[in-house]
């Protein structure tokens, strides 16, 4: 007897050690993450700065709409959330049907001032950040370094004593100054830099709204010197109430002469955020019932500790509209929201075709109660399923939380079953 409990316990014990336990190692796939695969990459360097990426985007998914992509240089020790060094939007919107691949190639040309191990970031954006992405492999640049180096940055405005973090989203008015504060080094010859910026609704993988050199503020730096500069944001009176991100760079002579410096902003008011859309139906004929599921967050200022307060969406409507190839209108569903708007509102809704509807188009849109557009979605609908879908920070796969939950609980079970057997051998040897 026991010897068969000496046999049963050195059992359990080679089969809790011989049981894989994942240790929470993270790496990114060969296809990417996120619903569009990012694969096939290649490198291919022309000159020392001159280099073709090549990539592949398949979706498996419902078909997507309105992508584009950015192509940045991001550190060989890449982890986590991207930290670019120098990005290159491709703005160019197109489709992926279910089951399609396309295959791009860019030619990039890279700061000559870059220095080290990077590699380039192909990240997938919809209509408010990135969906998808993935990384090459590491390439080698051999530039004297970056001229312009910018240390220990913070946002603030002008009447508020606080510091605010770069990607922290601060919330301001249109007619409040923003600027950020930066350690600002250079490491090369004296040279006259002019501050570069390129301004995106929502994020960087989002839609570009403009560019601008401010050749009105241009700086003079010596040779190797370092001195705290306040920059004030120009063109903020010109935008929208809406999420915003820039991505500000000096330039000399008309060359990228410092990293990227990345920072997001948010200019309160009255607006909305159409996140996600998609439709479950290939029949377009009359009389037809369209589900139309959607996602609309609420006023962009709120959010937990906005400096402008916890605002509400009040009153506004949404708009749903199907055109045929004419630009005709088939069915419409219009749904006032008489209660206020908090945080988000979600769908789905159905919508009546009062006519066939051949090659339909979807017009989705936010308005207010004097009816201006506060966000609007289009998409040509293909003859299966359609999805517009936006995801604002990639979710962990809960795949390898499961696994860890599972791995618990056979362990404890293990340890109850030793024990109980170590118990048993123990009233054995006493009898």
């Known amino acids: 007897m026991i010897v068969k409990m000496k046999r049963i316990l050195l059992i359990c014990f080679l089969f809790l050690f ?4 994942n240790v929470g190692a993270q790496s990114i796939s060969n296809e990417g993450f996120g619903p569009i695969k990012v694969q096939n990459l290649s490198v291919k360097k022309v000159t020392d700065t001159n280099y073709l990426v090549g990539f592949s985007l398949g979706n498996d998914n419902k078909p997507q709409y309105g992508l584009h992509y950015t192509i940045s240089l991001v550190r060989t020790d890449f982890t986590g959330p991207i930290d670019r060094y120098f990005s290159i939007d491709f703005p160019d919107k197109f489709d992926l049907d279910q089951g399609q691949e396309i295959k791009k190639e860019e030619q990039i040309n890279v700061p000559k001032n870059y220095s080290g191990k990077y590699r380039f970031a192909i990240e997938v954006g919809g209509i408010s950040d990135y ?3 993935n990384i090459t492999d590491e390439i080698d640049l051999t530039g ?3 001229n312009i180096v910018m240390q220990d940055c913070y946002v603030g405005v002008d009447g508020d004593e606080k510091k605010y973090s770069l990607m922290e989203g601060i919330a301001i008015k249109n007619d409040e100054k923003l600027f950020w504060d930066c350690q600002v080094n250079n490491n090369g010859e004296e040279a006259l830099f002019v501050p570069s910026m ?3 609704r929502q994020s960087i ?5 403009k560019e601008y050199n401010d050749e009105n503020n241009n700086i003079l730096l010596k040779a190797s010197e370092s001195k705290r500069i306040k920059y004030y ?14 991505i500000f760079r000096y330039l000399s002579n008309n060359e990228i002469s410092s990293e990227d410096l990345i920072f997001h902003f948010v200019i309160g008011g009255e607006s909305a955020t159409i996140k996600e859309v998609s439709i479950d139906k290939s029949d377009f004929a009359k009389g037809s019932s369209i589900s139309v599921d959607f996602w609309v967050g609420s006023r962009a200022d709120n959010f937990p500790q906005s400096r402008l307060g916890n605002n509400l ?3 506004s409507k949404l708009i749903f509209l199907f ?15 008489m209660d206020d708007i908090s945080k988000q509102i979600r769908g789905p809704i159905s919508v009546i075709l009062n006519r066939d509807c051949n090659s339909p188009k979807l017009n989705f849109s936010v308005v207010n109660t004097s009816g201006k557009k506060l966000d609007s979605f289009e998409a040509k609908v293909s003859d299966s399923t359609i999805e517009k879908k936006v995801v604002n920070n990639f979710t962990n796969d809960i795949s390898a939380n499961s696994q860890s939950n599972i791995m618990t609980l056979v362990i404890v079970v293990f340890v109850l079953l030793v024990v109980i057997l170590g118990i048993l051998l123990s009233l054995r040897k006493r009898k």
């Open 323 to 337: 055109v045929d190839e004419n630009g005709e209108q088939c069915g419409i569903k219009s749904i006032d929201l």
């Open 233 to 246: 944001l120009p063109l903020l009176s010109t935008l929208e109430p809406q999420a915003y991100s820039v």
């Open 198 to 200: 390129i301004f995106y």
């Open 144 to 146: 004297i370094g970056e």
């Open 205 to 209: 993988n989002a839609d570009k709204i």
């Open 131 to 133: 969906i998808a992405f």
């Open 313 to 315: 969406l009040q009153g």
């Open 18 to 21: 011989l049981i894989p336990i």
